[in-house]
């Protein structure tokens, strides 16, 4: 699922723990807890605040609920002065956090002040 | 079954916690319950969804007063037991010896040769092998993507996919995922009636009245026998 200027995604499993083993691994403990699962649907915003992401009041935010043995992605937006970086580069500033939707991914001078 | 599990919508469970460069496995235990469970799925006795439902069936305060990897040991061991393999007095005396190098407990019974084995030198093949959930059915969707729905009011003691927070709400068809088995009776050993899974999207305010985001929607996977028409 496609962020963009407009929409913002994040994903959850509400019910268990369903998460794309294969392509990111073992999810976090957190990814797997209580609070998370619990309100990722009802307060997307407040949990992102407390991932330290705040997002324009405007935008639209989609929660993909994993209740079937469909996996969700989040492919981040691309960072402002991140042209002309290559493939590799650009995999370096993705977050495994910002690909479950609760990181955007920093431009890259952001990441070197970290 | 409407068991603590279900959590999307509560509130009270506290602020989220996070690690900095998590390990993969907190405690040396862990990574075993995990190995486990996993080549224990391979015996081929249940299937995921029974795996979900046993899991499901911890009592509401251990559940949540316990961890991740604690909750699927506890859905093993009912798994181990329910299908005969252990009983609950031959998991304790391999609990009491737990700290004895790998390998057969003693007094252990010869494992039946009718049962599958996931042996050390498969398993990354099989690991890596695509499994999947998926049918390959002609079954007929009963939904178009685009069409209004509502979500059937269903509180099973079985399993089920359909969260509490999710029923009787009006959504609309986003994506037609094709055919899956049927959770519900999957894990019931029932038929695994194969049938259409959808994306289906609710507004917010749908699901949550006046404090939904004026924006937000919730995208849930639901199977055509959660669903009429709106």
New interface residues.
Partial sequence: VENTPKVHNMVVC????CYPWAVL??P???Y???????????D??G?LK??GVTLPE?????????????RYMVLPERPPGTEGMSEAELAGLVTRDAMIGTDLVKPPAAETRR | MNGVHDMGGMHGMGPIVTEKNEPVFHHEWERRAFAMAVATGFLGKWNIDMSRYAREQMPPAEYLATSYYEHWLWGLEKLLEDTGLLTRAEIDARLRGADRPAGAAPGARPIPQEVRMLKAPDVERVLRSRRTARVDADVAPRFKVGEAVVTRTINPTGHTRLPRYARGKRGVIAEDHGVWVFPDTHAAEQDPKPQHCYSVRFTARELWGAQGGPDDQIYIDLFDDYLDPA
């Fill in positions: 509400t019910l268990c723990s691994g073992l976090p403990v957190w797997k807890s209580a609070p998370y699962r619990s309100r990722a649907v009802i997307p915003r949990v407390e991932f405007d935008l639209e935010i989609r929660i993909w609920d994993s209740t079937s043995e469909v």
